[in-house]
């Protein structure tokens, strides 16, 4: 007799009641999803994940009370802390930067499809970032135009990784998943979230979007 997976937790923040019931109908008919909460602003939704501990927060960005751009910083800092997704319709480069400099792990816009809404979700429980198209163009744009940095070993965050933590790490910068990281090492995904985990905390990041931008800026 097999054990099924755990499903994933997500928390939907959203002030529109109608994207709100969109967003919860599609999920709902994806196998191993759950909506486990709902909530209406920032406020909210940092006091729901701390009681239902999702895997997934999906967050709007423009909502009353709190916005979800503060709201990010509080939903990473809560232990667990889940996976912040942002879902917009407003993709601009300051946004997008900002959300992901604060620790978020995905930006979504609003006209994605069902099944890619439903992918991201899992991919984001998995640990791998989540980026619309339109999107990583902003993200990589801004990491080509960083102007010159100092070597990677002039780093001391980059200087406390293991050799292997660095070649995940190199890996992390070419926006690769950790599927991908473990075929390319020739090792297990639960391995290399290992590693991602040490390298996030070694280096004081809050995802591995921030881990990614590190290795740009630092020339990996």
């Not at 930067?97 to 979700?121: H, M, N, W, Y």
């Not at 080509?144 to 910068?173: C, F, K, N, Q, Y």
């Amino acid at each position: 007799m097999t054990t099924a997976e755990p499903s994933v937790r997500v928390l939907l923040a959203d002030d529109e009641e109608m994207i709100r019931r969109g967003v919860q109908l599609i999920l709902s008919h994806a196998e191993g999803i759950e909506v486990v909460a709902e909530a209406v602003n920032g406020e909210q939704a940092v006091a729901l994940a701390a009681e239902h501990r999702p895997d997934v927060a999906l967050v709007d960005i423009r909502m009353p009370v709190l916005d979800g751009l503060a709201a990010v910083p509080r939903l990473v800092a809560l232990d667990p802390a889940p996976q912040v997704v942002m879902l917009t319709t407003f993709g601009d480069e300051q946004n997008v930067l900002r959300a992901l400099s604060d620790g978020a792990t995905g930006f979504l816009l609003k006209d994605e499809g069902p099944q890619e809404l439903i992918s991201a979700v899992r991919a984001a429980a998995a640990g791998d970032a989540v980026l619309s198209p339109g999107v990583t163009g902003t993200v990589i744009r801004r990491m080509l135009s960083g102007g010159t940095t100092p070597p990677a070993a002039a780093d001391p965050r980059i200087g406390h990784l293991t050799d292997r933590e660095r070649e995940v790490l190199a890996m992390l910068g070419r926006g690769l998943s950790n599927a991908d990281i473990a075929r390319g090492l020739g090792i297990g995904v639960g391995t290399v979230k290992t590693h991602v985990g040490a390298i996030l905390d070694k280096t004081g990041s809050t995802s591995r979007v921030q881990a990614a931008l590190l290795a740009h800026q630092a020339g990996i």
